[in-house]
């Protein structure tokens, strides 16, 4: 039977519930708001290091605290208390660790094996997660990171405002998929950071993974493949994103957005894969696995020496190397130059090229800028153009053209081209009350849109958009949509009513929609 916790009052956690051949111990407290483990000194009551969980009710979805060395020969000895409050039921769960981090059985549950199926059971759930299974019907994703072993993992995973960087952080990554045409489930080395702009500062954060480079042999033969394949599309790359979702309450626009890519025809689509995430032994929610954008095979396809890959964004988001070209602030993402040399003379190569387009898309020359040859068109890819605009004005994405990725082949002096979607949470009317009816240049969002609004009016852009924007639709455009949202809802599954038990009231970031199904029809009635 599971332990139930008295609220208020310092309980002693009493020497049976240690296995005193363990090596570590975990505690588990889920229902309190609050919470704080303490050791008896000399008569005394003392906080344990990181050992208080401030009132709030995140921690209602469960807190993780471990025992090992002094400590846990305190607990076998009757010294560790624990005090809480802000709930109701309250429960424990001691796990006790043998040798090699090995689960020995649910000290405090009574139970030597337990009835998996109720996940949302909390002493249930730390029992899976104990013995490293798969939470639902989506792959787990299992993260150990040492250097937040015992803190709050968002003081150590963070975004550095000042420098606008993020640190890696060493890790042990293990995937359990045991679905039918799953992930290939697999344990490896991995680093972890905070990735995003706005979304790097949340509770629930996003990250990307990079895995080491293969290893090979004095032959130069790979001998040990660090590549995985982490969204099941059949290609396997060192670096990858998980996203959040966290201020969509849905959880279901970035993916959609993958889908509406294809269906205008960008040649990239970052593909997903949604998983439940476990951190240090604690759930950290459903997230959505995803390509890392980057230049490479099967992502965005320029020579990885020579072409160009940048991302126009707002000036204080911008990351080294970055410039102001024109009036345009921008990271350079491709290439990667390796010199303070080499970083100056790219910097003044695309700042050239980008004041160069400038000039012709501002003149006052009317018939400059329409000149097919040498006007607008010399310099953006006027097919990727029209598709990136159709597609972002479908997902009457508010920050649409204030984030722009883009890419160039350089070799042949191509032209520009614009893409992929990306970053879409707050897409299909998420962050203002428009339902579709307000062009997304006229939302006055980014210094991109003074770009747009000039290609717009060049009446025979205009008329592809038209002529695109009629050929979907006589292909079922908004049946299609509505497709795929079912489609994606049905994989999210089991997992969305999961993260509700760590982030509950997730659906009420921005509006309050009170229900996830209220949320999802939000989406679905948006035009």
Request: charged share 25%.
């Amino acid at each position: 039977s599971t332990r139930t916790l008295s609220e208020w009052n310092d309980i002693q956690l009493n020497a049976s519930l240690f296995d005193v051949n363990a090596d570590k111990a975990k505690l588990t407290v889920s229902g309190a708001c609050y919470v704080k483990f303490t050791q008896r000194v000399n008569g005394s009551l003392t906080t344990l290091p990181n050992g208080e969980f401030s009132w709030n009710d995140v921690n209602k979805g469960g807190v993780h605290y471990e025992l090992t060395g002094d400590l846990l020969a305190a607990a076998i000895k009757g010294n560790i208390y624990v005090w809480v409050g802000g709930g109701s039921p309250i429960n424990l769960i001691v796990t006790s660790f043998g040798q090699g981090g090995t689960p020995e059985g649910e000290i405090g549950s009574g139970n030597e094996s337990i009835d998996t199926s109720d996940i949302f059971d909390p002493v249930t759930r730390a029992y899976i997660i104990a013995k490293r299974m798969q939470l639902t019907e989506n792959p787990t994703v299992y993260l150990t990171i040492p250097d937040a072993e015992g803190k709050d993992i968002n003081t150590v995973l963070f975004k550095d405002r000042a420098t606008n960087t993020a640190e890696y952080h060493k890790a042990t990554i293990q995937v359990v998929d045991g679905s039918e045409d799953g992930l290939e489930s697999f344990t490896d080395q991995v680093e972890i950071k905070v990735r995003g702009n706005s979304t790097a500062d949340m509770v629930k954060r996003p990250y990307r993974l990079k895995f080491p480079k293969d290893e090979k042999n004095e032959a130069g033969k790979t001998i040990v493949n660090h590549k995985h394949d982490m969204i099941g599309n059949g290609y396997k790359k060192r670096n990858w994103t998980m996203l959040a979702n966290y201020v969509d309450p849905s959880l279901a626009r970035n993916a959609l957005a993958y889908h509406i890519g294809q269906i205008v025809g960008l040649p990239f689509c970052p593909g997903y894969k949604f998983a439940d995430v476990v951190i240090n032994n604690e759930y950290r929610g459903i997230y959505q696995l995803s390509d890392h954008i980057e230049v490479g095979k099967n992502r965005i396809n320029v020579n990885e020496d020579t072409g160009w890959y940048v991302e126009i964004s707002r000036g204080d988001m911008i990351e080294e190397p970055s410039l102001f070209a024109g009036m345009l602030p921008m990271s350079i993402k491709n290439p990667e130059p390796q010199t303070a040399a080499e970083t100056a003379a790219l910097k003044a190569e695309v700042s050239a090229w980008f004041t160069e387009a400038q000039n012709v898309f501002f003149s006052n020359d009317r018939a400059r800028f329409l000149d097919p040859e040498t006007g607008w068109r010399a310099y953006f890819d006027e097919d990727s153009f029209v598709d990136y605009y159709v597609a972002i004005n479908l997902t009457g994405d508010y920050d649409g053209f204030m984030t722009v990725k883009m890419y160039r082949e350089t070799a042949q002096n191509g032209k520009m081209k614009l893409g992929p979607l990306w970053d879409k949470d707050l897409a299909y009317g998420n962050f203002s009350a428009d339902n579709g009816t307000t062009l997304v240049e006229d939302m006055n969002n980014g210094q991109f849109d003074h770009y747009v609004k000039k290609v717009t009016s060049d009446p025979g852009f205009m008329q592809k958009v038209y002529d695109k924007v009629h050929a979907l639709e006589s292909e079922g455009l908004s049946d299609q949509i509505q497709d795929y949202i079912d489609e994606i809802l049905s994989i999210i599954g089991r997992s969305e009513e999961l993260n509700q038990t760590r982030w509950p009231g997730h659906t009420s970031w921005i509006y309050n929609f009170g229900t996830y199904s209220d949320a999802v029809q939000q989406l679905k009635d948006y035009e």
